[in-house]
């Protein structure tokens, strides 16, 4: 009797686990797609620019920047750490792209999303000199009224030194569109 009943209990187990475990599709909401994309397009406008003050704005008032030097914490200081990126560095041409199965909502909710994808730009020294860099990033987003805003960015990047006399290549990653 008591076997009979363990084996009962189990497959109820079982029976309500399995639904659970199955693989869920990572295939993102294709309107939160567009409205990233978009957010992403303007951002790479804006950090072509070279413009601290509007970078700065598209992170919320508590976000976490993550830089090859440690966590910059909050709005403020974050366009600090862009003002003096650009006063050393122009950047150009950065291309930020999605990976296929980004954004992702956060607990179902429609005002907090994460994503990863990969960014290409080019820069060029104020005392000379010139790179391509590239790498991937991690972003954690929240809604504020009708615009996405970044709460936390993490970049991983490589380095590569363009030859003196060389023309600057554009970066060659693939739209963010499909």
Same mark, same amino acid.
């Given at each position: 009797?008591? &076997? &009979?009943?363990?084996?009962?209990?189990?497959? /109820?187990?079982?029976?309500?686990?399995?639904?659970?475990?199955?693989? !869920?599709?990572?295939?993102?909401?294709? !309107? /939160? &797609?567009?409205?990233?994309?978009? #957010? /992403?397009?303007? /951002?790479?406008?804006?950090?072509?620019?070279?413009?601290?003050?509007?970078?700065?704005?598209? #992170?919320? !008032?508590?976000?976490?920047?993550?830089?090859?030097?440690?966590?910059?914490?909050? &709005?403020?200081?974050?366009? !600090?750490?862009?003002?003096?990126?650009?006063?050393?560095?122009?950047?150009?041409?950065?291309l930020s792209t999605a990976d296929e199965d980004s954004p992702h909502l956060i607990c179902g909710e429609h005002n907090a999303l994460w994503a990863t994808g990969k960014w290409a730009t080019s820069g060029e020294g104020h005392t000379g000199g010139s790179a391509e860099a590239k790498g991937y990033w991690a972003a954690i987003c929240t809604r504020e009224g009708e615009d996405w805003k970044l709460r936390m960015l993490s970049s991983h990047f490589t380095i590569e030194p363009v030859a003196t006399g060389a023309t600057t290549p554009s970066p060659t990653a693939t739209s963010s569109t499909q």
């Open positions: 009797m008591k &076997r &009979r009943l363990l084996l009962v209990l189990a497959g /109820l187990a079982i029976g309500f686990a399995l639904p659970a475990l199955a693989q !869920q599709t990572n295939t993102p909401d294709p !309107q /939160l &797609r567009q409205e990233f994309i978009a #957010f /992403l397009k303007k /951002l790479d406008e804006i950090y072509n620019d070279n413009d601290a003050n509007a970078v700065a704005a598209n #992170f919320t !008032q508590d976000a976490v920047l993550m830089t090859p030097f440690g966590p910059i914490f909050g &709005r403020p200081y974050i366009k !600090q750490w862009y003002a003096e990126l650009f006063k050393s560095v122009h950047f150009s041409n950065l």
